[in-house]
């Protein structure tokens, strides 16, 4: 009791009353959270009983959701004309019992990225996601703005991104997602990103370096560097090299690096044992699409491993991810045979 006594949780005598200071707040898709203002915190778990808990049916007739430029949900009574923060259907919350972990994994193949992010509220996280506006990295970027972030698009085709962000403010007109200009497979171009994000002057809670090609003919960037593995791995690299002070500022905060599996069937070493700079940016002679593609994809996930190692104890983590095998998206499309085999190959894997 002096421990409760202590963190002012005596002054209630019911376990579902809010002790004084805190108060009940939802979620866009109803999950139940608490805000703290004395300790100005939120946390899922009620601060008495430590249930957690999400409202049951829908709006009353009348009431409409909505949510503020801070992205916090209020809610609308048009029969009353009145405005509140307080969700109507507070009245009536079911409890969640969340079902301990098993050795079973919590999602599988056919888990959604919506599903994923389910009860979570990202109001106020700032997102950079590289190739977003089509395939894998524009799913991300539309699950995590339907659930509060901040997103920015950075694509290579400015037209495209600006498509990309209006489907997005389809779903959600009040989506807080925005496309800028990047070609990784220009140094500068890159720069000039990092220099236009920094000129905003907000956090980065996420960074997940997503966009690539594969299949993709020999050719040489402005760079003189290879483009499959500057546009993949070295335009990263400097990415988060330019963000990374960013990062430091806005910690907890995190990296991720979307790779392969097809990183196990490549070498980027010489018979000797060490590094061999040439496999990395090989010349037209020594070109195999499927080749460049694994190095850069090992590149990928040797730079996420040792980018944790240094940031880590920083509050800054990096991961990297292998998204599935073949999952059908336009990454294919610079070769026919490649089109074909991802085609054939749909019915048994990951859709989109």
């Known amino acids: 009791m002096a421990a409760l006594k202590y963190a002012g ?13 805190w108060e009940e707040r939802t979620t866009k898709d109803g999950w139940v959270y608490y805000a703290n203002h004395l300790e100005e915190k939120t946390q899922w778990e009620h601060p008495k009983s430590g249930k957690r808990k999400r409202v049951a049916g829908g709006l009353p007739y009348g009431w409409e959701q909505e949510t503020d430029e801070n992205g916090q949900v209020y809610f609308v009574d048009h029969i009353n004309k009145r405005t509140t923060y307080l969700d109507p ?5 079911v409890e969640d019992n969340p079902v301990k972990p098993t050795t079973r994994q919590k999602y599988d193949g056919n888990s959604t990225a919506m599903e994923i992010l389910q009860g979570r509220d990202l109001s106020g996280k700032v997102v950079i996601i590289t190739g977003a506006n089509s395939g894998i990295g524009f799913e991300t970027a539309k699950s995590l703005a339907l659930h509060g972030a901040y997103v920015i698009l950075a694509c290579r085709n400015t037209s495209r991104g600006n498509d990309a962000v ?3 403010l389809v779903d959600w007109h009040k989506a807080k997602v925005e496309a800028m200009t990047l070609d990784l497979a220009s140094l500068q171009s890159v720069q000039h990103f990092a220099e236009a994000f920094k000129s905003k002057n907000v956090p980065l809670h996420i960074l997940i370096c997503n966009a690539a090609v594969f299949g993709a003919p020999w050719c040489l960037t402005e760079d ?18 330019l963000l990374e002070d960013v990062l430091h500022r806005s ?32 010349s037209k002679k020594e070109y195999w699409a499927m080749l460049a593609y694994n190095r850069s994809k090992l590149c990928n996930i040797l ?9 880590s104890p920083h509050g800054v983590t990096s991961n990297s991810v292998h998204p599935g095998n073949m999952i059908y998206s336009s990454i294919h499309r610079n070769w026919w045979v490649y089109t074909l085999l991802f085609t054939l190959a749909r019915p048994f894997t990951k859709s989109m």
């Open 166 to 168: 209006q489907r997005i």
């Open 89 to 93: 259907r507070l009245a009536f919350t």
């Open 251 to 282: 910690s907890p905060a995190r990296v991720v690096m979307v790779s392969s599996e097809s990183h196990r069937f490549t070498e980027i070493k010489d018979s000797s044992g060490k590094l061999d700079f040439s496999l990395l940016s090989p």
């Open 9 to 21: 949780l005596e002054d209630t005598d019911s376990e579902e009353e809010l002790p004084p200071g």
């Open 303 to 311: 730079f996420s491993n040792e980018l944790n190692r240094r940031l």
């Open 224 to 241: 003189d560097l290879e483009s499959t593995f500057q546009v993949n791995h070295l335009g990263h690299f400097y990415l988060v090299q």
